[in-house]
């Protein structure tokens, strides 16, 4: 079992999913991501993601099921994706570079953080 859980949400609209441009850390900015963050002590995994998408892109979302399997980050975190569905707001970077909606065809080209890479046949799928 892993001792921190983070928590990516693919927020789908019409063809399209959002990704954001991280901003840190160095090794990772300019690279892009499905948004979100760390699961705290006491919270659900969609609940996090919930708190997560509306402190960093100021938007209210429903979390579906999940996307794809684990992926693993160093031996104590363990990295999950959610499909969600934008409900209120228009998402504003507040905690990355950019933001833009890709679609199923401009995945693959996109610079990927490597952890959300394995995400892009399941992104398709879903698009």
Known sequence: MPNQVVVAGAV??????????????????????????????????RGALMRELAEELGVDVAVGDR????VA?????VLRAYRVQLLAGEPFPRDHQALRWATATE?????????????????????
């Open 12 to 45: 789908i609209r019409g063809d399209a999913v959002l990704v954001a441009q991280r901003n840190r850390p160095p090794e990772l900015a300019g690279r892009w991501e499905l948004p979100g963050g760390k699961v705290a002590d006491g919270e659900t995994e």
């Open 73 to 77: 980050l160093g031996e104590a975190t």
């Open 107 to 127: 995945l693959d080209g996109i610079d990927w953080v490597p952890a959300d890479r394995g995400w892009i046949p399941h992104l398709v799928r879903a698009l």
């Open 67 to 70: 996307l794809g399997g684990d």
